[in-house]
């Protein structure tokens, strides 16, 4: 497995009642932790929304 963009990704990221979004566009972080959806009816639909989720979503 390759890693050879760690460090050099940008995060375009639209959900703005996160603490980390900017401009409504970008997000601040230099990383984010994205994880699969736990607990959830519906889950392994391969419907993206329920299948991934930000974890290092914080509310304003
Ligand atoms: S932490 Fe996640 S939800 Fe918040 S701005 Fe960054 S990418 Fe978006």
């Not at 603490?19 to 993206?48: A, F, W």
């Amino acid at each position: 497995m390759s890693h050879d963009k760690t460090g050099c990704q940008t995060i375009g990221c639209t959900v703005v009642s996160c603490k980390h979004n900017s401009q409504g566009m970008y997000c601040d972080l230099s990383r984010i932790q994205v994880e699969p959806m736990t607990n959830c009816e519906g889950c392994h639909s391969g419907n993206p929304a329920d299948e991934s989720l930000c974890g290092s979503y914080r509310a304003k």
